[in-house]
Nanobody, 115 residues
């Protein structure tokens, strides 16, 4: 049973920081590219950051220089460090795992940024 469990969301003021975590079970982490997506009310889900099994990263232009994605393969966990948060970053953030020919999603964790 594949399961992605997210944690670390919450309420912060603009300019603050949060670190999101996503722990993967089901023996798929080591063969999966991992990503963080977000969806704000009235908007489509969008890619925030992704990291390959080899550690190559890619970021949305809107978060470059502020967010950092990383993975700890020994812990089967992917992280998203979010600094200098803006009100427009507020959304439900979803963890994604993409092993070959498959994709899995976490339940989402809410990030709220007050101005």
């Amino acid at each position: 049973q594949v399961r992605l469990v997210e944690s670390g969301g919450g309420l912060v003021q603009a300019g603050g920081s949060l670190r999101l975590s996503c722990a993967a079970s089901g023996n798929i982490f080591s063969i999966s590219a991992m990503g963080w997506y977000r969806q704000a009310p009235g908007k489509n889900r969008e890619l925030v950051a992704e990291i390959t099994t080899g550690g190559t990263t890619n970021y949305a232009d809107s978060v470059k220089g502020r967010f950092t994605i990383s993975r700890d393969n020994a812990k089967n966990t992917v992280y998203l460090q979010m600094n200098s948060l803006k009100p427009e970053d507020a959304a439900v953030y979803y963890c994604n795992a993409s092993p070959p020919l498959r994709t899995f999603w976490g339940q989402g964790t809410q990030v709220t940024v007050s101005s």
